[in-house]
């Protein structure tokens, strides 16, 4: 943690990211080139890095220095912990959504609408979610009412939900389990897009659905910390901003290696070549017909006055829904570097 002293007297920051998928290629490969490590060096920190899904709540504990939440995690966190948070970058837009079997009665193709597919889930579905506490439930909150009149909560929403680990998700659905999953690209969906039908199809996007309502496209990760470190530690953020900078540039432009790489192709949910090809062509290509109409990974990490603004957007229409608390400004700060 910041403030103790490692054995050459630089201070130690412990940062902490949600394990898995693109952000955990890129933060390895910054790690074994040695960038991350130079970078905190030159500024006179020692960085201890790790990955953990239960990311919020070490940061929440203060176990962790910098993490990767989102605006929205921030604010929740801030009416339910009394914790002020400062963003500084951005890393992922929200990238997950949902998908149905392909020509179920749920495919809009079948259905004659999103909309009509959207009714008939709440009217008779499934829906599956990896956790209540996933990031990918606020989008959700807000779009739902939002675009379709639905509410999805986990007391008295119109949605019937069951959760199951992310990556066991598409087996679920493609086995007829359940209708419909939270899901993404690299969260083991390939298996069931790599043969000459697809099996399961796109509803939405977050992404692109949150940019359809007004906000831009989102911020579903970005670097963040208490703002009390922020303010102490300015350097340790542009140290975890400029290596993360470095490592995107060198996800994309090495993309077509390193997801054919053994150590790889599991955390993005593929066990044959020809699965890392799909996720490949949906991430990084954006030429799947499944792809999103955004990179997953914004290969330009700025806090820009666009974000800032869009997202101020967001959450005083998810404190209008009760997501978060209309005070929320008082507990999340952007600083763009």
Not at 69 to 81: C, D, H, K, M, N
Not at 100 to 121: C, F, I, K, T, W
Not at 122 to 137: C, E, K, T
Request: charged share 30%.
């Amino acid at each position: 943690m910041a403030g103790c002293l490692g054995d050459d007297d630089d201070e130690e920051i412990d940062l902490v990211f949600s394990s898995g998928g693109f952000k955990e290629i890129t933060l390895t490969e910054l790690q074994e080139r040695g960038i991350l490590e130079e970078e905190f060096d030159d500024r006179g920190y020692d960085v201890s890095v790790s990955s953990s899904s239960e990311n919020t709540s070490l940061y929440a504990s203060e176990e962790a220095d910098i993490v990767d939440v989102s605006p929205l995690e921030a604010a929740q966190l801030g009416t339910e912990r009394d914790i002020q948070t400062t963003v500084v970058s951005v890393l992922t837009p929200p990238y997950p959504g949902l998908m149905v079997r392909a020509d179920s009665e749920y495919d809009p193709d079948v259905s004659g609408s999103l909309e009509e597919s959207m009714q008939l889930l709440a009217d008779d579905g499934l829906f599956a979610i990896g956790s209540w506490a996933g990031g990918d439930v606020p989008k959700y909150r807000v779009i739902m009412p939002e675009m379709f009149d639905l509410s999805f909560e986990e007391d008295d929403g119109d949605f019937e939900v069951t959760t199951a680990d992310y990556f066991a998700l598409p087996e679920l659905l493609a086995d007829g389990e359940v209708d419909v999953i939270s899901t993404s690209g690299h969260y083991g969906v390939a298996p069931y897009m790599t043969g000459d039908e697809p099996e399961l199809t796109t509803l939405f996007w977050n992404m692109d659905m949150v940019q359809e309502m007004g906000y831009g496209t989102g911020i579903h990760n970005a670097w963040t910390a208490q703002t009390d470190f922020v303010d102490e530690n300015p350097e340790a953020m542009e140290a975890v901003t400029d290596a993360w900078q470095e490592g995107v540039n060198i996800l994309y432009d090495e993309a077509d290696d390193l997801f054919f790489q053994d150590e790889y192709m599991e955390l993005i949910g593929c066990q044959t070549e020809e699965e890392a090809e799909f996720v490949y062509d949906w991430a990084i290509e954006l030429n799947h017909p499944e792809s999103p109409d955004n990179f997953i990974v914004y290969d330009d990490v700025e806090l820009t006055d666009e974000f800032v603004s869009n997202e101020r957007e967001y959450l005083d229409r998810a404190a209008e829904i009760g997501t978060v608390t209309a005070d929320w400004d008082e507990y999340v700060q952007f600083e763009p570097l």
